[in-house]
T-cell receptor
Framework: GQQVMQIPQYQHVQEGEDFTTYCNSS?????IQWYKQRPGGHPVFLIQ?????EVKKQKRLTFQFGEAKKNSSLHITATQTTDVGTYFC??????????FGAGTQVVVTP | NAGVTQTPKFRILKIGQSMTLQCTQD?????MYWYRQDPGMGLKLIYY???????DKGEVPNGYNVSRSTTEDFPLRLELAAPSQTSVYFC??????????????FGSGTRLTVV
């Protein structure tokens, strides 16, 4: 089945800095979803992108779906300690089952 | 609304023991899923269900069984626990399959250790 690869695996960020995490696939994706999992917590749905080139913003978070629908990115500006956690991208296959990437673990240094 | 509720939150099993992880949702979602998450890893799909009476295998079904007698409940059964089943188990639900509007709603997880 389709597989999404996330880079980087780990991201150490100074508070106040910006960073971007990426999600890539070798095949065209029907959609891309992003989830955040706080340490010791469960994944929480952030957003879904379905259109080629789509860009959506949630406060300091900007999500983008590539023109070819084979990649996506999550950009966080002015990182805060509340941004700590693991960010997963995922995409649904033809049966609606989500395939998750391995995640980007974000550590924020005050 | 409670969303997706999983019980128990923690459990320690001995090798060869059996147990059932409970999952119930009150959102009237047709689709339900079981995932496992090993430390520092992503989520692997174990089983899923598209409605009452319908279940199917995911990526890592060996050693597990499921049933879906009602829309609300989707229990996961471990028959002969093995150390390789030490993991965090998440149940999730969604309104539909392909569009999955609103994404998946996850339960808080069951942390299982097999010794």
């Amino acid at each position: 089945g389709q597989q999404v690869m996330q880079i980087p695996q780990y991201q150490h960020v100074q508070e106040g800095e910006d960073f971007t995490t990426y999600c890539n696939s070798s095949t065209t994706l029907s959609n891309i979803q992003w989830y955040k999992q706080r340490p010791g917590g469960h994944p929480v749905f952030l957003i879904q992108l379905v259109k080629s080139g789509e860009v959506k913003k949630q406060k300091r978070l900007t999500f983008q779906f590539g023109e070819a629908k084979k990649n996506s990115s999550l950009h966080i500006t002015a990182t805060q300690t509340t941004d700590v956690g693991t960010y997963f991208c995922a995409s649904t296959d033809s049966w609606g089952k989500l395939q998750f990437g391995a995640g980007t673990q974000v550590v924020v240094t005050p | 609304n409670a969303g997706v509720t999983q019980t128990p939150k923690f459990r320690i099993l001995k090798i060869g023991q059996s147990m059932t992880l409970q999952c119930t949702q009150d959102m009237n979602h047709n689709y339900m899923y079981w995932y496992r998450q090993d430390p520092g890893m992503g989520l692997k799909l174990i089983y899923y269900s598209v409605g009452a009476g319908i279940t199917d295998k995911g990526e890592v079904p060996n050693g597990y069984n499921v049933s879906r007698s009602t829309t609300e409940d989707f229990p996961l059964r471990l028959e002969l626990a093995a150390p390789s089943q030490t993991s965090v188990y998440f149940c999730a639900s969604s309104y539909s399959g392909k569009t999955t509007l609103g994404g998946y709603t996850f339960g808080s997880g069951t942390r299982l250790t097999v010794v």
